[in-house]
């Protein structure tokens, strides 16, 4: 093993320009498959109307219809993520979701839609253990932080551009029609079209100017999956803090994205144009700020010697959106509830990139792929499959009128919280010592390869 396989060089492209640019592009895919996964939550009245769907079979779609397989499939990808070329794993990804979402806009009825939906969710789950395992070996632990957060923003730019892309596309397609052979595309089916289409310039993107990451374990073999689950079970109270606790938080954090703006649309009377326009601001600028700031805190708070730091801040984050998201939820003015949304969405996206980063300090470089996966089934079969599966029946069998959605979402997201924050305080000494020890076992290794060399 050479010196340059344990420290990324600037020889093997991983110069700090370079490093900063994948990101960049890695944070374009996840712009845009953010946009493929949120989209529906602005045309939910639209489809419901158009295939005559309830709140919980909406609650599917938008949640276990896209996050199983999502969830499952995340396992052999992030296995392929830590052995293969992560590179072409996320290329061939995004074809495969954007072909999928593209399909979506020729659904004839709920179950062609949950396929569809299905098979959108397996082209993403190639994308998040594939790029964080590529962010971890091409920064440092001290700007980890920094990187992690870029990447997510791809979470609040892409669900903002879906919100104003899909509220003007669909306030145009109700006086406009596509005409094609066997019918016309109109309203929520040209925007799944148009949206699906754009995977392929991006995967041309990708495939002639990003080149795989160097490894920072260079040419060693990673584990099996039996490895896997040995760490975190010798850190069972660490890894089920950070899996189990975030992921519970995470479902306030969908809830937020995925039915508010139904939420909005039936409480507050807002047309789709008017709609898009407010939470494409709210979810890319202030999702996109919140995002920014919680990189910032973390890389500082590891720079002052906290080994938990981004725990630190994920926590202080939950707290703060408890009152903010609550409010805007129940409170009848339409321009408090928005500013209290806004608000809300900025503390959400804080804790968006440090959830994952955490993963990153607990885990050896040659699993983080497999355990970012392991993390991502728990808490996306929580966020985005559990949480709007029972926030759609809650509001459809315990609520009534306009505001019976907005209800559902304030006891949802209560619960929520209050449990997740519990979690992760009760694991958090656990969490500093599975750090602590995790970074002796690498010193260690890098010690012991350098040693071999010389």
């Not at 420290?7 to 990101?23: E, F, M, N």
């Not at 602005?42 to 276990?64: E, H, K, N, S, W």
């Not at 202080?316 to 939820?329: E, R, S």
């Not at 409170?331 to 994952?356: E, F, H, P, R, Y």
């Amino acid at each position: 093993m050479t010196a340059a396989s344990l420290t990324p060089s600037t020889k093997t492209g991983t110069s700090s320009r370079y490093a900063i640019y994948v990101v960049l592009v890695l944070m374009l895919a996840y712009m845009l498959s953010f946009m493929d996964r949120v989209l529906i939550s602005l045309m939910i009245d639209p489809i419901r109307a158009d295939l005559g769907l309830g709140d919980t079979q909406v609650g599917l779609l938008v949640g276990f219809g896209f996050v199983l397989l999502y969830s499952i499939m995340g396992i052999p990808f992030g296995a392929m993520a830590d052995s293969g070329n992560r590179r072409n794993l996320i290329i061939f990804g995004v074809l495969g979701w954007s072909a999928a979402t593209a399909v979506s806009g020729f659904a004839a009825g709920f179950m062609t839609l949950l396929a569809a939906r299905a098979m959108v969710g397996i082209g993403e789950a190639t994308l998040s253990p594939a790029a964080y395992s590529t962010i971890a070996d091409r920064f440092e632990k001290k700007r980890l932080g920094f990187a992690v957060s870029l990447y997510n923003m791809g979470v609040s730019l892409g669900g903002g551009v879906a919100m104003l892309f899909g509220g003007m596309l669909v306030g145009w397609a109700m006086k406009t029609s596509v005409p094609l052979p066997w019918g016309e595309l109109t309203g929520w089916r040209l925007a799944f079209v148009a949206v699906g289409l754009l995977g392929i310039p991006l995967a041309i993107l990708m495939g002639l100017t990003v080149r795989e990451a160097p490894r920072r374990r260079g040419n060693v073999k990673a584990p099996p999956l039996s490895a896997v689950f040995e760490l975190a079970k010798s850190h069972k109270l660490a890894f089920g803090g950070v899996i189990i606790g975030y992921s519970i938080l995470v479902i306030a954090a969908y809830g937020a994205m995925l039915w508010a703006p139904a939420h909005f649309a039936r409480a507050h009377a807002m047309p789709p144009a008017q709609l898009g326009l407010a939470f494409g601001i709210i979810i890319g600028v202030f999702g996109t700020i919140g995002l920014a700031i919680g990189g910032v805190l973390s890389d500082r708070s590891a720079k002052k010697g906290h080994a938990d730091a981004p725990v630190r801040i994920v926590l202080g984050a939950a707290i703060i959106q408890f009152p903010l998201l609550l409010g805007g939820y129940l409170v009848n003015d339409t321009n408090i509830a928005l500013v209290l949304i806004a608000a809300g969405m900025a503390t959400v996206s804080t804790i968006g990139g440090l959830q994952a980063g955490t993963l990153q300090i607990l885990t050896p470089a040659s699993m983080r792929g497999r355990m970012t996966a392991i993390y991502l089934l728990v808490a996306n079969m929580a966020g985005m499959g559990l949480g709007p599966l029972i926030t759609g029946y809650i509001s459809e069998h315990f609520f009534e009128g306009p505001s019976s959605l907005g209800k559902a979402l304030a006891v949802v997201t209560a619960v929520s919280l209050v449990v997740g924050v519990g979690v992760i305080l009760i694991a958090r000494k656990a969490i500093i010592a599975a750090v602590h020890d995790n970074d002796r076992k690498e010193a260690a290794a890098a010690a012991e390869a350098a040693l071999a060399q010389g």
